[in-house]
Nanobody, 124 residues
Framework: QVELVESGGGLVQAGGSLRLSCAAS????????MGWFRQAPGKEREFVGA????????FYPDSVKGRFIISRDNAGNTVYLQMSSVKPEDTAVYYCAGRPSAYITIDPRQYNYWGQGTQVTVSS
């Protein structure tokens, strides 16, 4: 069983930066594709990006491409989401998720493990 715990959320001004962390325990996630998702009040969960288990491949939707970067430290069993040039519309609860597969998918139903989420609020 994999447990994921996000941290690093908070209040940030528009145009600023924030780094979220996702620490895994219970099992190594070095063979897991890891994804980040977000959910704003009244909206569906949205894919933010994902990284392959080697870290060699990442994928982002257009809404965050060029502003967000996902990285991972397999030795430390941790995944990161570096958020830059944030906008008020980035305000949401951010979740990390893992799937024991080499393939990236944007479908949240394909991820087996989820963290509890961390709140990110961007002020204008």
């Amino acid at each position: 069983q994999v447990e994921l715990v996000e941290s690093g959320g908070g209040l940030v001004q528009a145009g600023g930066s924030l780094r979220l962390s996702c620490a895994a325990s219970g099992h190594t996630v070095s063979r897991y594709t890891m994804g980040w998702f977000r959910q704003a009040p009244g909206k569906e969960r949205e894919f933010v990006g994902a990284i392959s288990w080697s870290g060699g491949t990442t994928f982002y939707p257009d809404s965050v491409k060029g502003r967000f970067i996902i990285s991972r430290d397999n030795a430390g069993n941790t995944v990161y989401l570096q958020m830059s040039s944030v906008k008020p519309e980035d305000t949401a609860v951010y979740y990390c998720a893992g799937r024991p597969s080499a393939y990236i998918t944007i479908d949240p139903r394909q991820y087996n493990y989820w963290g509890q989420g961390t709140q990110v609020t961007v002020s204008s």
